[in-house]
């Protein structure tokens, strides 16, 4: 229960509060793409297309925006993903080992594809919340080259916590290359169940490790099994068990999204 769980609630949540949002599935799995209903292998028009077109064709971007972008039951517009993404991956490895710049300008570098194809967005959307998976870094960098924010969803064991300096260290290394501008590293807790003393341990140790420097949510997110459940089902947990604790721990990071801006 992490970034892929936190991507389709959060979003639903903030969609519930008014706002125009789209989620964007960053992962070849397409995990995200099914939590919203959707076959990740019947879409035609996918984020790899976006991600080629932007490539070699950025003329024509326009026009496969308004192919890709999905509207969902649950609230956020979404645009798909699924094993094709990595074969984007791969191109842009490609333009990275070759040095290939697309259209002879830093900004069109390897690392700034996506920001490129989901600037014509910005004017239509209050929040862009995009979903990535573990691997294939080169999509994870170009995900935070077009970010403002960086959440980073944690499992409340220590094992987890262990990992946070590399995500960090991959932050601010995009930070420094590509997007100054980028915000790092609200920490949020997951899989968080109040009475355990390892989970309280655990909350507490990332309190005093990173809450000076960095944002560490106020609420985490309750264990439930209906969290699990509710990608299944292709719905939020708004849909699936509103009246669920990992629902109220949602709303609840839904409304410190909000105060940062």
């Known amino acids: 229960m992490g970034k892929t769980t936190t991507t389709l609630n959060l979003g639903a949540a903030l969609s519930a509060s008014g706002k125009r949002v789209l989620l964007v599935d960053n992962d070849p799995q397409g995990n995200l793409t099914a939590a919203l209903g959707f076959t990740q292998a019947e879409q035609k028009y996918t984020l790899a297309n976006l991600l080629l077109t932007a490539i070699d064709y950025p ?57 490129s194809l989901l600037a014509p967005l910005g004017d239509g959307y209050d929040y862009i919340i995009i979903d990535c998976g573990l691997k294939h870094e080169l999509l994870t960098v170009n995900a935070l080259a077009a970010s403002d924010y960086a ?29 100054p501008d980028l915000k790092i590293a609200d920490i949020l807790l997951t899989m968080y169940q109040s009475r355990p003393q390892l989970c309280r341990s655990v909350r507490e140790s990332v ?13 985490p997110i309750e264990y439930s099994i209906k969290v699990a459940e509710c990608p299944a089902a292709g719905q939020s947990i708004f849909n699936y068990a509103p009246k669920n604790a990992a629902a109220f721990s949602y709303r609840s990071l839904a409304e410190e999204v909000l105060w940062l801006g």
């Open 59 to 115: 003329e024509d971007l326009e026009l496969h925006l308004g192919r890709t972008v999905l509207h969902t039951e649950t609230g956020p517009d979404l645009i798909p993903a699924n094993r094709r993404l990595a074969d984007a991956a791969a191109r842009l490895q490609v333009m990275q080992l070759s040095q290939y710049n697309a259209v002879g300008d830093a900004e069109r570098s390897c690392e700034k594809i996506m920001d």
């Open 207 to 219: 309190g005093e490790i990173y809450g000076e420097s960095f944002h560490v949510f106020e609420r």
């Open 151 to 179: 959440i980073i969803p944690v499992q409340a064991h220590f094992l987890a916590s262990e990992g946070i300096p590399e995500v960090l260290d991959l932050v601010h290394s995009v930070q420094a290359e590509f997007n």
